[in-house]
């Protein structure tokens, strides 16, 4: 049903929904396994109150939404990689080692710029 959704509000064929659930659904599914599972082992554990269980499910629920929202990502960059010929599984691995590079390197020059002063 997401599928379908979101790609009649982004104005994409039939088709094309299709072939975009199928190169994004086992990657989502497993990650859905990974994020309800240990979701609802806590509500039933640790969650007292039928009202309280309620609103848990629910902040869950729109937890998810944005992580699937997120994981999905947008159609244009979606088309782009396809294009392109780049795995999806390959292309978030790589971005996750570009991402902590980044966040590595102004550590890096900053200590560049103090023994150069020195």
Not at 8 to 37: K, N
Not at 53 to 58: D, E, K, L, P, T
Request: proline share 2%; hydrophobic share 50%; net charge positive.
């Amino acid at each position: 049903m997401y599928w379908l959704i979101t790609g009649v509000l982004q104005g994409l064929t039939l088709a094309v929904t299709v072939e975009r659930m199928r190169s994004q659904y086992l990657r989502i599914f497993g990650r859905s396994v990974l994020f309800w599972l240990p979701v609802s082992f806590v509500q039933f554990a640790y969650v007292q109150g039928y009202s309280m269980r309620i609103v848990f499910m629910s902040t869950a629920g729109l937890v998810w939404n944005v992580c699937l929202s997120l994981m999905a990502g947008s159609v244009s960059l979606w088309k782009a990689r396809k294009d392109a010929g780049v795995d999806a599984a390959a292309d978030e691995t790589a971005s996750r080692r570009r991402g902590k590079a980044a966040r590595v390197a102004p550590v890096s020059r900053s200590k560049r710029a103090l023994t150069e002063q020195l």
